[in-house]
């Protein structure tokens, strides 16, 4: 399984942007994925999961601003990141997990400036 992010970048807060992963190996549709973010000396948290059955689940801090979503024909999976505070900053990571194991993507940067 390979995972590869884009997006990201900075934003003023209010301000929106986007994240998409493309996630080869495995249908998006058939496996869970999502989204984990770490900030400066914090441990990685879960932003939002998309499990192979049932809906997303979201972290507290992100209900009502983040949704997450799959594109099975793109092979993708996004989080669309709206109403950005300075707490959104972090380094994002794109997930799937395959047979017991976890894939992570390589990191990408949110920055959010009050």
């Known amino acids: 399984v390979q995972l590869q992010a884009s997006g990201g970048g900075s934003a003023q807060a209010g301000e929106s942007l986007s994240l998409s992963c493309v996630v080869r190996g495995v249908p998006v549709t058939a496996t869970t994925t999502g989204w984990y973010r770490q900030a400066p000396g914090e441990q990685r948290e879960a932003v939002a999961i998309v499990a192979r059955e049932g809906g997303p689940t979201y972290l507290d801090s992100v209900k009502g601003r983040f949704s997450i979503s799959r594109n099975y024909a793109r092979k993708t999976v996004n989080l669309q990141m709206n109403n950005l505070k300075p707490e959104d900053t972090g380094v994002y990571y794109c997930?799937?997990?395959?047979?017991?194991?976890?894939?992570w993507g390589r990191g990408t940067q949110v920055t959010v400036s009050s």
């Open positions: 997930y799937a997990e395959r047979q017991g194991r976890d894939f």
